[in-house]
């Protein structure tokens, strides 16, 4: 592990049977200037210290374009690199096992406008970004070594999200990370034992249950909001297209336009729930861009958000929860009901 050991690459822990990914050239990272700063959204449309706003300087050196619409660029920490040696030594034993990790970082800034969030762009402004998170998948599925694209935004200090900036982040791997690797298996065994899609079936159940039980917060005409039945994080959601398809390039014209709607109507109540800029790590499950096909993939976004009972009050997932296994005390209807309680209007917006 001497030299490989300076270069990205996963570790296989067998005792889980996952995988762990080591980034050690991004120690190099900046960190000054992150610590303590706050990532509450900005009430300045631009500032100059932000490397992220149009034409100012990054770390890294490069300087942004003054950009008007989104603007895309390669990490300039990536976790990963596209070069990274593909041969590892052999391992010393068979409990040593690491593989070499291949992929590209990019971040994607949702607008020029510092002080805005999703649930602050209008729908126009996230139908862009519905847009151009499509070109980006697109384009890196295009790439034969890239067998999957995440998109995701963490959102607030408290996710770690160092610049309230307006943007998200795009890891595309050479290799299928462990989350969506699960879901791949789940779904596929699924559709081998009933010939159905497990979300397609599973969206049906929620819908049939609404009545009753209801865990939907809402739905439009092309995409559902809900609170899952097997939700860990207190206000955990998942936005599910209510048509079987696998990625992003698959959606038309008008479900493009529900996808940008259901994000602005569910970003909107959490940020009424607790009267807050709600923080959350949100992300894309979707086909995996290996060379197989994949009709057992469904579409979906999940909405991670750590708050508990306030703004100020977050869930922990230590004690039992990090040695035995998650535990929740809300219940996902209750967590749905104060959900489907909360308007879909800002306070201090023009309605
Ligand atoms: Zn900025
Ligand atoms: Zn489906
Ligand atoms: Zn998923």
Redesign the pocket.
């Known amino acids: 592990m001497k030299k490989m050991g300076q270069f990205p690459h996963r570790r296989w822990n067998a005792l889980r049977q996952s995988w762990v990914l080591v980034s050690p050239h991004r120690t190099q990272r900046p960190w000054l200037g992150e610590v303590g700063q706050k990532a509450a959204p900005s009430e300045v449309a631009y500032d100059p210290q932000c490397y992220l706003c149009p034409g100012n300087q990054r770390a890294g050196g490069a300087t942004n374009p003054a950009y008007e619409g989104i603007f895309s660029f390669v990490n300039d920490y990536s976790a990963l690199l596209p070069d990274s040696p593909l041969v590892m030594e052999p391992p010393v034993s068979p409990l040593l096992v690491a593989e070499p990790a291949r992929g590209l970082c990019k971040v994607l800034c949702f607008h020029p406008n510092h002080s805005l969030t999703l649930a602050r762009m209008s729908r126009a402004e996230i139908r862009r970004v519905v847009d151009a998170w499509t070109q980006e998948y697109t384009e890196l599925a295009a790439l034969d070594w890239i067998e999957y694209v995440q998109i995701f935004e963490n959102r607030g200090a408290m996710m770690g999200a160092s610049n309230p900036h307006p943007h998200c982040q795009i890891w595309a791997t050479g290799f299928m990370p462990d989350?969506?690797a699960a879901?791949t298996v789940a779904q596929r065994k699924h559709l081998a034992s009933t010939g159905h899609c497990l979300l397609c079936d599973y969206l049906a159940a929620e819908e049939k249950e609404q009545a009753t039980e209801g865990r939907i917060i809402f739905e439009n005409e092309h995409f559902a909001a809900l609170v899952p039945w097997w939700a860990t994080w207190p206000f955990e959601a998942?936005v599910v297209s209510r048509r079987h398809l696998g990625s992003l390039p698959e959606l038309n014209v008008e479900e493009r336009d529900a996808l940008a709607d259901a994000l602005k109507r569910l970003t909107t109540r959490f940020d009424n729930l607790f009267q807050t800029s709600f923080p959350y790590t949100m992300g894309f499950?979707q086909s995996p861009t290996d060379s197989e096909t994949h009709p057992e993939w469904h579409f979906?976004a999940?909405f991670y958000p750590p708050l508990l009972r306030s703004a100020t009050v977050r869930k922990f997932m230590v004690g039992f929860e990090m040695l035995g296994m998650p535990q929740r005390d809300i219940t996902p209807e209750t967590a749905a009901e104060r959900l489907r309680a909360c308007p879909e209007f800002r306070q201090d917006e023009a309605r």
């Open positions: 989350e969506p879901e998942m499950h979906h999940h």
